[in-house]
């Protein structure tokens, strides 16, 4: 039987609930458990998809298409594992099940009622997550408290007398503010979250502490008095300078100890954390800085690249070279001198994005990365300005791209297939999961992946136009990935430059710490060796 270990929040959101889950599986899983994590967020959005980035943050997207919350980003770079949509439940998601039960007469005319019919869905969804695996981690959003998280904490609350109490660990992540005017810590917030937890029924079992500052021997047992929790399963966890760090110090704190002791599960074999501890000493200690320019249309919202920014920081680790990553609003390349503001830039990066903000701007770095020899990292949207720059520089093809600019009017370089187009009305014009890839043999690609097929995730809706294909081709621009099952453009390199590729999917969701995405990989060894060479120059 699986077991589960619950994680929740108290005092303030954004305490980092989903790095602790994500380093507990990190340790379970270096103990040798088979392990998986599950995002439960109660908001009423079905799923993330259609969440403005400026308020929610990036959409992280599953090998089977799911669009969900980016929590599951951080889960998979620190258990290495792909997630699916199982792993991801809302509020949005249950209500829609339950009310489909509903009309097709599955409760047989009964009250169709929270409890038992919304918490019941979400305890099958939670246990068909866990199947087969040693234990799940389940981590819940928000806040202890809010009137839209008590469905799922009456839920969990009710996993221990169904899943046995034996198998149930329920971990507590709160914040110990420190008073500058009194210098001092202070525990009433936390007591106060813990006592509104033990209100609907769920004693914790362990307090992972978020503070500024140490606490004291005493302090831990105050705490660990007034919310009757052992002074051990105290856990005081420092805002670290790097989120990798997160499992070592969890473990030098005996988290793990204690969830495998409360579950029952064997403790004497040690994690080895040896690969761990590498990624935080390259992180915090490199040699060198590369300057990274990321292009984009959502800059001023910092987890609106967070999948990027975490793949050009793998790609720093692998180069042992410190990635300073220079947001840049595209809209002011549009406005302002391109080669003035990109100057610095070792390197460029235009990652994804929607709607016809800011694509000149995109479209102007392009120009200047390729007209300069620095090296250039396009990303889905990023990818398809590289097209049409190339397009209406190079070849000269006016059509490329009109005045009237949105979407739509990219084309025909860049297009919406008739395909999409007969189900917009519907919504269903993305292109979302894992889809093959053919590689070109001796392109950059080919060179940074190893292998000549590789699969990527997807997230986007408008194609590069194959009629335009052989012209852009004998112009010089390469086509170095094709999608194997339905013959559409993935890849597009210059072959002279030092780094001028171009991806239409997102590389960025399968990069991990350990293991850097193979093109945020080969961009930072060339934006590296183009910062030597300028520094040769200088």
Known sequence: MSKYVFITGGVVSSLGKGITAGSIGTLLKKRGLKVSILKIDPYLNV????????????????DDGAETDLDLGHYERFIDETLSEKNSITTGKIYSSVIQKERRGDYLGGTVQVIPHI??????????????????????GGTVGDIEGQPFLEAIRQMAVRAGRENVVYCHVTLIPYLEAAKELKTKPTQHSVQELRRIGILPNILVCRTSHAMDIGMKNKIALFCDVPQEAVIEVRDEPTIYNVPISLHKEGLDDLVLKYLGLPCDNEPDLSDWAKVVDRYMNPPEE?????VGKYVQHKDAYLSVVEALHHGGIAHNVRVNIVSVEAEDLERSNTAEILKFADGILIPGGFGERGVEGMIAAAKYARENNVPLFGICLGMQMMVVEFARNVCKLHEAHSKEMNPATIHPVIHLMEEQENLKDLGGTMRLGAYPCDLAYGTKSAQSYGTLHITERHRHRYEFNNAYRERLENAGLKIAGVCTERDLVEIVELPEHIWYVGGQFHGELKSRPTRPHPLFDGFIKASSEYMRNRAKEA
């Open 47 to 62: 799923d993330a998809g259609t969440m403005n980035p400026f308020q929610h943050g990036e959409v992280f997207v599953t």
């Open 119 to 140: 918490t019941n869905d979400i305890q099958e969804r939670i246990i068909r997550a866990g199947s087969g695996l040693d234990v799940l981690i389940v981590e819940i």
């Open 290 to 294: 590369v300057k990274i320019a990321l």
